[in-house]
Structure formats: C-alpha cells, structure tokens
C-alpha cells in the first residue's frame, strides 16, 4: 500500500514511518537513547543512524517504526564533529600549518575496543579547521566520511605536533542530511507525546518527529509512477517505463525512489538509463512501502 504524502500524515502515521534528529545528552550509549525513543513512541522498533560512544553528544538521527529499513542511508554520507584537542604540552607555533595537513585520505586502524575488524584502512577527512586555541586545548571542527575515528585523528595530530595529544569533549554536529539546526531533545520529544496524547495537541509532535523522507535528503531522487509503485511493493524492480523523472546519479549510486506526492518506494543501486524506453533503472536493495 503506498503511503500518503508526508505533509498530509497524521501523528500515528509520523511515528510509523519517521525519524528524530535527536540532541543525545552525554551518559546513555547510542544504542539505549534509541531504545527510549522506541518505548517513548510506543512503536515496535527504533534505530540510531550512527553509533556514539555514551560520553559524546549531539546530533544523532533515530529512524522509527518501518523506517528502521533506512539505516544505510547514514552509511553514504558525511559526518561533522567539534572536539576539543588535549595537547600534552604547549602548542608550538605551526600547529595550524600541522592540523591542516590531515585534510585529505587518512590510512586509519580501528581501536581494539572496535566491533568492527582491526584492519588499516583509507577514510576521507574532507575539512578540518582549527577554531581557537587556548593553552593546551585546541578546538577542531572536522567534516569526513563516514567510519572516521575521531580519538585516532586526535592521538595522530598530537604525534605530527610533537606534543602528544588526547581527543578531549566530542560533539557530533551533523551528519548527513541532518545538522545541529534541528536538534531535539529527548524532553522536547517526550513533552510533545504527552501534549499530544493529553489533548491532541499535534504541534509540538510535528516539530519533533518528521517524516522519514527527510532521511534521504542527500540522495539522488528517482520519480516513478504510482502504478510502479505498487509493482516495486511486490518485490519488482524499477524499470525504465515506471520512471517519470530522475536526478543525475552515478552508475552503481545509492538512490532513493519515491512517488509523484514525494512518498518513499524504495532505495536502490542506479544501473541504467532512466530515459531509455526500456531497460532496467534501479537495482532495488530496500523497499520501503
């Protein structure tokens, strides 16, 4: 059954299909905040877009109900942080022309306490910026890719500047499409709940919980016809008849299918022509109806 458009959607329907880009406090571990939204919520399922460590904050997107089946989309994209540098001794005075030279590839190992496998690999940092420096503190806002260790890059910096050097506070403010424009906190979204289930007062709800299309933002957008639709929702896949209008995409992109009316269909890998007359399109990986 295909969704109806995400400006018409009720609170109930919000919360089956929908995401908040949540202010995590320091404390809880990202894996806990999502399983508060969940109960909060009163849906069967909720995921974090992105695992933090229980002392870092910010900007940590949580999918609810079937939009769970979006998690991959945070894979793609980018992530931004704001750290404090904890430098072992006085900053000498190139430490700018120093920060600046980890913009680019990195080769990175993950920690031991990583659960993924300890193997050296590339991960892109595509800006650093040293913001202030305050006797051993420096303070650095990092865009990279995603899969990034941040409390490695610290530990590196330090050894390029001679000091030594530990990652101290960590703040993720962004990752993509969200940023720390939109935060809400776990308070702001459990008074918008109560508002709403006390008196029906929707608003507060509204600001908190979007539609999970907003999730795919950052993804090329594929526009197919209703009638594809419905095929798609029975496991079919995308072809080039169905497809109405399509953004640029690299062959083998993720990209994100949706309806006339903006609904989600389905994610899935570009592989042919959207204005041949006939031929596969998209590849489909996940349906989303």
């Not at 499409?177 to 509204?206: C, I, K, N, Q, Y």
């Not at 950052?218 to 639709?229: D, E, G, R, W, Y």
């Not at 389905?266 to 489909?284: H, I, Q, S, W």
């Amino acid at each position: 059954m295909l969704r109806r458009p995400p400006d018409e959607r009720s609170p109930d329907e919000l919360l089956a299909f929908g995401v908040v880009n949540l202010d995590k406090p320091p404390g809880p571990s990202a894996h806990q905040v999502a399983a508060w939204v969940r109960d909060l919520a009163g849906v069967e399922q909720a995921a974090h877009a992105g695992t933090l460590d229980p002392k870092v904050t910010g900007c940590l997107p949580v999918l609810t109900g079937a939009a769970t089946r979006l998690s991959q989309v945070f894979l793609e994209g980018a992530k931004e942080y704001v750290t404090v540098l904890e430098l072992h001794d006085d900053p000498p005075g190139d430490i700018k022309a120093v920060v600046s030279e980890f913009e680019g590839p990195l080769y990175q190992k993950p920690p031991r306490k990583s659960a993924v496998a300890r193997r050296l690999r590339v991960r892109e940092v595509y800006d650093l910026d040293l913001l202030e420096v305050r006797d051993r503190q420096a303070l650095l806002r990092i865009r990279c890719e995603s899969g990034t260790y941040i409390r490695k890059l610290c530990h590196d910096i330090g050894l390029a500047l001679g000091t030594g050097a530990h990652m101290g506070h960590l703040r993720r403010t962004g990752t993509d499409p969200f940023d720390d424009s939109t935060l809400v906190t776990m308070e702001d979204f459990a008074d918008g709940l109560a508002r709403w289930r006390e008196d029906e007062t929707d608003d507060w709800l509204r600001e908190a919980v979007q539609p999970a299309e907003r999730a795919l933002a950052h993804l090329p957008a594929v526009t197919v016809a209703p009638s594809a639709a419905e095929e798609v929702a029975q496991g079919a896949q995308v072809y080039a008849p169905g497809v109405l209008e399509s953004e640029e995409a690299d062959d083998g992109q993720l990209v994100a299918c949706f309806t006339p009316d903006d609904a989600a269909v389905c994610l899935g890998r570009m592989v042919g022509d959207a204005d041949a007359e006939a031929g596969l399109v998209v590849e489909l990986e996940r349906v989303l109806l």
